[in-house]
């Protein structure tokens, strides 16, 4: 009890008093690396109604379109979140809520940038370790090497962070509901098989490229070992969605802190 409440204090991991919709509560243990020391105990509570989760969709952290969010912009946000006293889930974190209908704290927030922009890593990353939040990249494998795009040496600078998370945006960045069953199944299957091996990981999540997909892209990702997936429509995510259709909120440029607020409680 003694240690667990010394790492308690040194993760600063806010623990909420136990609400209303929390009808038991078990003790584990969640420890996640942070320049290589271990911190942070919380006790997950579990929830009889369904979580509802914002999932955070961004992309470049530059401007230019309505994609790209401006570094400020992102700043400001991360520095909304934790003064509202958000967690930050890593990828394995959000798929054990969703998959066990628990959170660590009432407020808790999954951030995502897709595609893997190099500013990502020059912009994001900054941000992320000043207020020390965690964040998800939905990483395109085929694009290691493209200009624009986070490079191996960043990605594993990223990972040893222990604040970012890899999880696959597939191999191409195709349509999927476009493609065949076996083009579709090396897309998915071939992008964990990438991520899992350069990253001694078990890559539990994927993100459709731009939302697209079809009945059997959601078999397909789980036949290849996903526990998740994630889509591109707006909303609070909960796992009456299905696990493989989950929605997200969309972060445009432009918004007030306080849209951003609202958008996080409302979807
Ligand atoms: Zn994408």
Not at 113 to 126: F, I, K, V
Not at 230 to 240: D, E, S, V
């Amino acid at each position: 009890m003694f240690l667990g409440g010394i790492l308690f204090l040194l993760g600063g991991c806010t623990q909420k008093s136990t609400t209303k919709k929390s009808s038991s509560t078990h003790s584990s243990r969640v420890i996640h690396k942070t320049n290589k020391k271990r911190t942070t105990t919380a006790t997950w509570h579990h929830y009889q109604q369904p979580i509802e989760l914002p999932i955070l969709m961004y992309h470049s952290i530059s401007s230019g379109n309505s994609l790209r969010v401006p570094p400020e912009q992102f700043a400001n946000e991360m520095a909304a979140l934790k003064q509202a006293g958000y967690y930050t889930l890593s990828a394995s974190q959000a798929v054990r809520a969703f998959k066990t209908n628990s959170l660590p704290q009432e407020k808790c927030v999954w951030i995502t940038l897709d595609d893997g922009y190099e500013d990502n890593y020059s912009a994001a990353l900054p941000t992320l370790e000043k207020y020390h939040l965690q964040a998800t990249i939905n990483y395109i494998t085929s694009f290691q090497s493209r200009s624009g795009y986070i490079t191996h040496s960043q990605l594993e600078q990223m990972q040893h962070t222990g604040l970012i998370s890899f999880t696959s945006h597939t191999v191409n960045h195709l349509d999927l509901n476009e493609l065949t069953m076996k083009e579709q199944w090396q897309e998915l299957e071939q992008s964990k098989k990438t991520l899992d091996l350069q990253l001694n990981q078990n890559t539990q999540v994927v993100a459709y490229p731009a939302g697209r997909y079809n009945q059997l892209t959601l078999q397909l990702a789980e036949k290849s070992g996903y526990e998740i997936g994630l889509t591109t429509h707006q909303g609070l995510a909960n796992n009456r969605q299905g696990l493989f259709a989950l929605d997200r909120i969309r972060i445009t440029p432009g918004l007030s802190t306080a849209q951003f607020m609202y958008l996080i409680a409302n979807g």
